[in-house]
């Protein structure tokens, strides 16, 4: 099963892409990764249509 991840700048917080993959990535020492469900990436798609830039992971989702 294919699940959707938030790639994440883990200093900032800022969603950098969000990504499909069959198995949690790997975090690393600047970037972590969270769960990304429909509902959260409906949420980071509607501030990305409105504009938004810089989107920080507490804005889309409980962190």
Same mark, same amino acid.
């Given at each position: 099963?294919?699940?959707?991840?938030?790639?994440?700048?883990?200093?900032?917080?800022?969603?950098?892409?969000?990504? &499909?993959?069959? %198995?949690?990535?790997?975090?690393?020492?600047? !970037? $972590?990764?969270?769960?990304?469900?429909?509902?959260?990436?409906? &949420?980071?798609? %509607?501030?990305?249509?409105?504009?938004?830039? !810089? $989107?920080?992971?507490?804005?889309?989702?409980?962190?």
């Amino acid at each position: 099963m294919v699940d959707a991840y938030f790639v994440v700048a883990r200093e900032s917080q800022t969603i950098i892409r969000l990504t &499909h993959q069959n %198995t949690a990535p790997a975090d690393s020492p600047t !970037l $972590i990764h969270f769960l990304a469900s429909t509902g959260h990436q409906a &949420h980071y798609q %509607t501030l990305l249509d409105v504009g938004r830039e !810089l $989107i920080q992971v507490h804005m889309v989702m409980p962190v």
